[in-house]
């Protein structure tokens, strides 16, 4: 009887792995042919660079290697699924607060941005805000383009952020206390000048 249950268990578990995987997105960021040297002459391969998301705040990289282009974006994406982290939205459309990140010589720096702003960032840096599911922000690389770096940098600058809740439960006190009302009307978090100007 309990081998039963624990059969019932391990369906549900799959079945919930299953539904889970059906709503993440897959984008093929960079695919790149390497050759090695062998005593024949050269051997080429692929090397691939996959993005997955579940478009509701978590993402996630990969990077495979084959012989064949399909089984190294099966080993990327894998790999991505793998290594996928969690990032706080604001409103389920943009970031809490802006971002800089680096990797190598890659640089980013993204920036929550107002409803109807749309993604405005290229490249490798677009295919992560898009399979993350954010819909404003405002991002720009400056350094290195290699996409390897330019991923890893934004996943930096991801890695990042931190939502009001988190920041409230760090320092012990209320969400309320963190954002704050001034008695004028907006928020602490925007400087007084602004206020005034």
């Known amino acids: 009887m309990a081998r039963r249950d624990e059969q019932r268990g391990g369906d549900r ?4 792995e299953e539904e889970r995987d059906s709503e993440i997105v897959e984008k093929l960021v960079h695919i790149n042919r390497v050759a090695a040297t062998v005593k024949g002459g050269r ?7 996959m993005v997955v998301g579940d478009q509701k705040g978590r993402v996630g990289f990969g990077h495979g290697k084959a012989r ?3 089984e190294a974006i099966r080993k990327a ?14 409103e389920s459309r943009t970031l809490h607060h802006d971002g800089n990140g680096r990797w ?5 720096m993204v920036r929550a941005a107002p409803p109807g702003t749309g993604v405005i960032a290229g490249g490798p840096m677009r295919a992560v805000l898009e399979t993350l599911g954010v819909q404003d922000v405002v991002g720009k690389s400056v350094g290195s383009s290699n996409p390897y770096n330019m991923v890893r940098a934004t996943f930096e600058a991801l890695k990042a952020q931190s939502s009001p809740r988190q920041v409230a439960a760090k320092r012990g006190k209320k969400v309320s206390d963190v954002i704050g009302r001034r008695a004028d009307g907006a928020s602490a978090a925007q400087p007084a000048a602004d206020a005034e100007g």
């Open 13 to 16: 578990r799959n079945r919930n």
């Open 43 to 49: 051997r080429f391969s692929f090397a691939a660079l």
């Open 68 to 70: 064949e282009v399909p």
């Open 77 to 90: 994406t894998e790999e991505a699924k793998k290594s996928m982290i969690r990032v706080p939205l604001r």
């Open 104 to 108: 190598g010589a890659g640089k980013v």
